[in-house]
């Protein structure tokens, strides 16, 4: 990755650090000035190529006040739908489930107005990017597979796309997660089951 040649602003946020986890903590941010994000190819590991995991697309127009979005643990994927039709399926890797504190909530919600571009834990030692909120008001959501401080993802984190592996959110690639970022708005149903 390019080094900017911007000074670099730390701010201190508070903010809800890892998925699935109640705790509040006082967390450092580092925020550089323009360019912030990373190109998509500057992030990926070495061993991956940009394509967008088993992702689909429909070909027709989407409107996005008619979307739903449909989460399967057991296949691990988010449908976006339209009129009971799927315009988009994404791999997503959601949470353990093996105790309360990595457990992805099941039921209907609606995205919430909580959406940022990044997020670092000290406490995970993990971040990500495009986070949208879906439960808690940003302690659920749907984000980029994890990176490290430096925003570049983290290989083995990748590999576990498709399999449950997260604190209770939704893990997607970052193409995914930057899509659902842009285009999904608050207010929009969100239904999770097995």
Same mark, same amino acid.
């Given at each position: ?88 399926t994404m791999l997503t890797s959601s949470g353990l489930d093996t105790t309360p504190d990595n ?8 995205? +919430?107005? +909580?959406?940022?571009? %990044? ?5 995970y030692q993990e971040g990500a990017q495009y986070w949208v909120s879906f439960k808690n008001h940003? +302690? ?17 984190? %990748? ?19 930057? %899509? ?7 207010g929009t149903q969100v239904s999770i089951h097995e």
């Open positions: 990755m390019k080094k900017a040649l911007f000074p670099t602003t730390l701010l201190s946020v508070l903010l809800l650090v890892g998925c699935g986890s109640n705790e509040v903590r006082n967390t450092t941010l580092q925020a550089e000035a323009q360019p912030s994000t990373p190109t998509l190819e500057e992030t990926l590991p070495q061993s991956q190529s940009t394509r967008e995991p088993e992702a689909t697309r429909s070909l027709e127009p989407i409107d996005f006040r008619k979307v739903v979005i449909e989460c399967d643990i057991s296949e691990q994927r988010v449908y976006v739908k339209q009129d009971g039709h799927v315009v988009r457990s992805t909530p099941r039921g209907d919600f609606q995205i +919430e107005p +909580e959406r940022g571009e %990044w997020f670092y834990s000290n406490a940003g +302690e659920f959501l749907f984000h980029s597979v994890v990176m490290d401080q430096n925003r570049q993802i983290i290989d083995s984190e %990748w590999q576990k796309l498709g399999h449950k592996a997260s604190h209770g959110c939704f893990r997607l690639s970052l193409p995914d997660a930057k %899509w659902i970022y842009d285009h999904i708005k608050t």
